[in-house]
C-alpha cells in the first residue's frame, strides 16, 4: 500500500495494459495459454516465447465420451484448464472468438465449454484475449480459409514438433501464436480482450 501511495508499484505485479491501447500489457506475455473450446474435444496449448523462438512446453486435447452429460463434460473442461493453468502458469490466455452457427442448440453448447474455460482461466487472474479464428489461420499458415490438417502442420513447423498435434490441441497452439504475434504490434487492431 505504501509503494502505491508513494507512487511505485509492487514488485513482482504485471504492468496495466497501454491506456487507450487494445489492452495488451506493455511487457508482453512470455507464456501464452491457447483455448479452443468444445464440449467433446477442448484443445489446450502453451506455447512459451524465449530468445530462440517460441517452444511448446504443453498440448492436450480434453476429450469427454458421448455417454457424458453435458455438466460432466463441463466439470472435465473447468478441472482440465485449471490444472494446466497450475502447472505451466501462462500469464495470457488467448481464446477463438466466437463464430456464427447455423444450429442455435450447438452454439449454446459451445458456449458452455467455452464459459468452463474461461471461468477457470479468469479465477487465476489471467488477461483474456479473443482472436478471430480466419484471422489465427491468416497469422499461422497465410490464408483465412486454411483447414485444420494445414494449420497443424504449420504449427509442427513453427515450434519443431517431431509430429502434427491433434486438430483440436493444433487449433489451440495456432491461437497461442497468433497472440504472440499480436501482442508485438500493440496496435489498435490487436486482439480484442474479454
Same mark, same amino acid.
Given at each position: 500500500?505504501?509503494?502505491?501511495?508513494?507512487?511505485?508499484?509492487?514488485?513482482?505485479?504485471?504492468?496495466?495494459?497501454?491506456?487507450?491501447?487494445?489492452?495488451?500489457?506493455?511487457?508482453?506475455?512470455?507464456?501464452?495459454?491457447?483455448?479452443?473450446?468444445?464440449?467433446?474435444?477442448?484443445?489446450?496449448?502453451?506455447?512459451?516465447?524465449?530468445?530462440?523462438?517460441?517452444?511448446?512446453?504443453?498440448?492436450?486435447?480434453?476429450?469427454?465420451?458421448?455417454?457424458?452429460?453435458?455438466?460432466?463434460?463441463?466439470?472435465?473442461?473447468?478441472?482440465?484448464?485449471?490444472?494446466?493453468?497450475?502447472?505451466?502458469?501462462?500469464?495470457?490466455?488467448?481464446?477463438?472468438?466466437?463464430?456464427? #452457427?447455423?444450429?442455435?442448440?450447438? !452454439?449454446?453448447?459451445?458456449?458452455?465449454?467455452?464459459?468452463?474455460?474461461? !471461468?477457470?482461466?479468469? @479465477?487465476?487472474?489471467?488477461?483474456?484475449?479473443?482472436? @478471430?479464428?480466419?484471422?489465427?489461420?491468416?497469422?499461422?499458415?497465410?490464408?483465412?480459409?486454411?483447414?485444420?490438417?494445414?494449420?497443424?502442420?504449420?504449427?509442427?513447423?513453427?515450434?519443431?514438433?517431431?509430429?502434427?498435434?491433434?486438430?483440436? !490441441?493444433?487449433?489451440?497452439? #495456432?491461437?497461442?501464436? !497468433?497472440?504472440?504475434?499480436?501482442?508485438?504490434?500493440?496496435?489498435?487492431?490487436?486482439?480484442?480482450?474479454?
Amino acid at each position: 500500500m505504501q509503494q502505491r501511495l508513494a507512487g511505485r508499484k509492487p514488485a513482482g505485479r504485471r504492468p496495466d495494459p497501454v491506456p487507450g491501447g487494445p489492452g495488451v500489457a506493455e511487457e508482453p506475455a512470455r507464456v501464452i495459454l491457447g483455448v479452443d473450446p468444445s464440449l467433446r474435444g477442448t484443445g489446450l496449448g502453451v506455447v512459451e516465447l524465449t530468445p530462440e523462438g517460441p517452444v511448446c512446453r504443453h498440448f492436450e486435447v480434453l476429450r469427454c465420451p458421448a455417454g457424458w452429460s453435458r455438466t460432466q463434460c463441463l466439470l472435465r473442461i473447468a478441472e482440465g484448464t485449471r490444472d494446466v493453468l497450475g502447472r505451466f502458469g501462462p500469464e495470457a490466455c488467448a481464446v477463438e472468438g466466437l463464430f456464427h #452457427a447455423r444450429n442455435v442448440r450447438t !452454439a449454446l453448447i459451445m458456449g458452455e465449454a467455452r464459459g468452463a474455460c474461461l !471461468a477457470m482461466v479468469a @479465477a487465476a487472474g489471467l488477461a483474456v484475449y479473443e482472436l @478471430a479464428p480466419r484471422k489465427v489461420k491468416q497469422a499461422i499458415v497465410g490464408y483465412g480459409g486454411a483447414g485444420k490438417e494445414a494449420v497443424a502442420r504449420m504449427v509442427q513447423r513453427m515450434l519443431g514438433l517431431a509430429e502434427a498435434p491433434p486438430p483440436d !490441441a493444433a487449433d489451440a497452439l #495456432a491461437l497461442a501464436l !497468433a497472440f504472440a504475434q499480436e501482442q508485438k504490434r500493440l496496435a489498435r487492431s490487436g486482439p480484442q480482450r474479454l
